[in-house]
């Protein structure tokens, strides 16, 4: 028995399940990849159906794919130069993943240098909920 467990009069056992459960929770926080705390608060208005998802695929054609790509997958035929447009279908969200985070950098922009211009002059917030809803349609499983 180590030290530690001597002094406190736990079990190897018990420092393992709690080691295990420290690990867990960490690793569930991490799967969130919530990058915003204040955005992630933001609850979607727009529910996910039909409709949206249509509408949120003409407006990401209109706005977007010209950087993120037809697919979404990044790197579209008109992203600025040296810029690298990330892959909006995949599983990591470099600026966060909840509903709130998407809309906000959508909204907002991504600064420091805004390569991702603010679209909050060219859509309104039911467009870019729309596009919210539509990227998570295409979204990988």
């Given at each position: 028995m180590s030290s530690f467990a001597r002094r406190f009069r736990v079990s190897h056992a018990t420092i393992l399940a709690v080691a295990a459960a420290c690990i867990m929770?960490?690793?569930a926080t991490a799967g969130a990849q919530v990058k915003n705390p204040e955005a992630a608060k933001i609850k979607n208005p727009v529910k996910p159906s039909a409709e949206s998802i249509a509408a949120g695929k003409a407006a990401y054609g209109k706005y977007c794919k010209f950087c993120h790509n037809e697919d979404a997958t990044g790197n579209g035929a008109l992203a600025p130069k040296d810029t690298h447009p990330p892959n909006l279908v995949d599983a990591t969200?470099?600026?966060?993943?909840?509903?709130?985070?998407?809309?906000?950098?959508i909204k907002e922009g991504i600064g420091p240098k805004?390569?991702?211009?603010?679209?909050k002059t060219k859509m309104m917030d039911t467009d870019i909920w729309n596009v919210v809803n539509y990227l998570h349609s295409i979204a990988k499983k």
């Open positions: 929770s960490f690793s969200w470099d600026h966060g993943s909840t509903d709130g985070e998407i809309f906000t950098s805004f390569d991702m211009k603010p679209m």
